[in-house]
């Protein structure tokens, strides 16, 4: 197992979730996973969705208190008319519930406007609160609202939802007040985000500045112990966004364009 594969696996058991327990669904036992004793090789090149669901799905394959039955179980009302898809389909062993668990991972950065509090991601096409209503709307509601489209030895079962929705909030690294928008965990991750124009203006230029490659993005700092990290010169043209840990800091910094978030039509 690689340090990377592992701290990915390890995070899924650790970090906080995102979203407090909703009254669609609560937070998944995450806690009682356990990590395999061997694993498969992660691809680090697939998209962060991707990649942590087939994390999950090698944990959930090992578990001693959970099954996994399905994965990325597709719900057709005839073959022309997809209408959802539910990320896992698991067994409780303990109480022997069936379980329909929806995962996600996101990040997203508190930005003060005219009309309030919005909360974009890195692509603004996200926004936490597009997915919040998203989940709760149709997301979670899928089993309960499609239950005569599962398959068959599915439809007769009282199913349980739960999700396990991680990441990180981003305050602005001048706001005075964390942002703590409607569902929020209140024990989330959390870290501070900047413009590249105002990096000098709150770190010394002899800062360590470390790149967090994104498959690492989930994962606490204290599970990056041991793991080589690129640092990045503070010179370079930004070309993307970045997840920094700089110097000794504990949170994540997340340092973006001098245009967001305008670029991003907000």
């Known amino acids: 197992m690689t340090d990377i594969s592992q ?12 979203l407090e327990d909703l009254p669609e669904a609560k937070g ?14 992660l691809n680090f090149e697939q998209k962060l969705g991707h990649l942590y669901e087939n994390a999950l799905a090698q944990l959930l394959e090992t578990s001693s208190s959970h099954k996994l039955l399905a994965q990325n179980l597709q719900i057709q009302k005839d073959q022309h008319r997809t209408v959802g898809e539910l990320d896992f389909l698991i067994r409780d062993l303990t109480s022997g519930q069936l379980v329909h668990l ?13 009309n309030g509090l919005t909360l974009p991601g890195p692509d603004a ?4 609160f597009k997915k919040l209503a998203r989940l709760r709307e149709h997301q979670l509601q899928l089993p309960s609202l499609f239950k005569d489209y599962l398959p068959p030895e599915f439809q007769n079962e009282p199913i349980l939802t ?18 703590s928008p409607e569902s929020l965990n209140p024990n989330c991750r959390r870290g501070k985000w900047l413009h590249h124009k105002d990096l000098l203006k709150h770190f010394p230029s002899k800062s360590s500045f470390k790149i967090i490659p994104k498959p690492l993005w989930p ?3 204290h599970l990056l112990t041991g793991i080589p990290l690129e640092t990045w010169i503070q010179e370079e043209p930004l070309t993307r966004c970045l997840m920094l840990r700089i110097d000794d800091e504990p949170m994540p910094y997340f340092m973006v364009s001098n ?8």
């Open 102 to 114: 929806e995962l996600a991972t996101k990040f997203y950065l508190a930005v003060e406007t005219p």
């Open 7 to 18: 701290a990915i696996l390890q995070s899924l058991i650790q970090a906080p979730l995102l």
């Open 219 to 221: 994962a606490p700092f």
């Open 28 to 41: 998944f036992p995450h806690q009682t996973l356990t990590l395999p004793p061997e694993t498969s090789p």
């Open 259 to 266: 245009g967001y978030p305008k670029e991003l039509g907000l």
């Open 162 to 179: 739960q999700h396990l929705v991680n990441g990180c909030i981003f305050d602005h690294i001048n706001s005075a007040n964390s942002a």
């Open 125 to 128: 096409r996200d926004n936490y």
